[in-house]
């Protein structure tokens, strides 16, 4: 019989060759959607866009840092609790800190892989950082000795090679802290009494666990997990303890909050691990909206993938291969070569998500921001932590025209919120800001935005840098969907598509030896049973010819 003919592939047009070419990186695979960062301490903010961040002081406009030293888009952005120090970490696999009296670094990290989340002890004394195949290290922030660089290289290769210690049997840096067994890290937050660390992945779960109290000998200790959500937990954040409510424990107090996938925003105890609330920033009827929508747009596409018994849902399957473990080829081990039709989206089987992609708490710990991908508004609970409940949804605030597709929020010392976003097209340098702040006085006044007030347009102008070409495609890309999350969403493949892939797998040599060592014993053993059977024949039959 003649082979199987292969059905031709769609020729693209030389415009989205151009798109798709313009959108992978130096590897040659896809790049992860850029997404844009905020932090604020004091009169401080600091904006995060692809390689670069730039820092002003609200209160008086003054620009006090625009920095390029990144090769790579930056994934983490963070201020330490005093304001000394300002954390930064992208996919060029390094961990910065920068002093922010002289705005130079003081400390570069080197991380195995790309980085996914990062944060600072409460103490400013140690970086926790995450990457994408689900390890997390820890370091110091104490800038090094003169030599250090080289000596850190070599630290590095020791602990690619599964090294712990130095030769003296002090604990290297940076040093391995936790695992998430190759489940992408989505988020990292230490707790105000730097006796626990969260972390959250993609597998849907939220992790504490005990910090020593010299992080660099490792966190062996897991507190607890906060098990509820349905898909990935895409942020997370803390909910300080009200005044005079009672800040002992491991966790002083405090309580955890997290947004998923599933477009839920739940409260924890994180150190028991008991959900206390749960509120749903998406309603059934949101979802069943989004999910007609999208087979509606891919409707022929969906037919074709439906037959094929393949594909994943919602809007993803386009970002950097991550393979069958989650993680596991995420830093493009050959995920993004495969054929694109062989991880086709199925969107007429599956729910489309509407994941919530930032949660911010006011400093008074009473609110808290959501912001829900893809949608234009902002969401405003209450939180009660002297009761440990979470309220209501007090007000939707709808986003001003000027604001697409916020992906990060935070409040400042003055209770006002912030926003960041911008055209959703993976390669960018600009970003939209946005500020929101009470309408009044007194914990239930409405919040307004008040960008124009709290920013001047010399300073807007400095942390936003809106690009021109962006802005003239910013509407079309805004309505075709916002891709912050797709790394996230895990694929599904028909039959076919799960043989390819398994036989192109890294480890597939190691399996195929285990099947051939396992086949030789198997014979083996039959051998030797055939032999034992040929032998005690042998005996019977001679027993009659001796009689």
Known sequence: MGKKKQAAKPKRSAAEQAREDAAR?????????????????????????GNSFRVLDWSTGAELCSNTDHQR??????????????????DDKQVKLWATASWTCVKTLLSNKKTSAAALTNDGRHVVFA??????????????????????????????QGQGQRPGGEPQEPAPLLGHMQSIVTSALVLPTDRLVVTTDRDAKARVSVLQEDPLLGSYQIQAYCLGHREFVAASAAVPPPPGGDASGPAGGALLLTGGGDGAVKLWDPVSGEQLGSH???SEEQVAAATAAAAAAHGEEG??????GGGEGGGGGDGEGEGDSGGSDAEGDGG???????????????????PVVAVAVAPSGG?????????????????????????PCVQRLALPDDLLAPCRAAFDERGRLWLVGGPPVRLTQSAHVAVAAPAGEGAAAPFAFATDAALPAAARAFLERRVEEEEAVAAEAAAAGTTYTVQLRKRQYNPRSVDSRKSTRTDRWES????????????????????????????????????
């Open 131 to 160: 990457d994408k195949f689900g390890d997390v290290c820890v370091g110091t922030t104490a800038p090094r000795a003169e030599g250090g660089q080289q000596q850190q290289q070599q630290q590095q290769g020791q602990q690619g």
């Open 303 to 308: 037919g074709k993938d439906e037959a094929d």
């Open 73 to 90: 888009p930056i994934r983490a952005l963070a201020f330490s609790a005093d304001g000394g120090l300002l954390l930064t970490a992208g």
């Open 280 to 282: 749903a920033a998406v």
């Open 25 to 49: 990186g130096e590897n040659g695979h896809e790049e992860e959607p850029v997404v844009r960062l905020v932090a604020l301490h004091g009169k401080r903010v600091a904006v995060a866009v």
């Open 367 to 391: 609110l808290a921001a959501v912001v829900v991908e893809g949608q234009r508004e902002v969401q405003l609970l209450r939180i009660d932590a002297a009761s440990r409940a979470l309220g």
């Open 336 to 354: 993004g070569e495969r054929d694109a039709a062989d991880a086709a989206p199925r969107r007429k089987q599956r729910r489309a998500l509407l």
């Open 512 to 547: 195929d030896r285990l099947a051939r060592l396992r086949q030789r014993e198997a014979e083996a053993a039959a051998g030797a049973g055939a032999e034992a059977a040929a032998g005690e024949g042998a005996e019977a039959a001679a027993e009659p010819a001796a009689a």
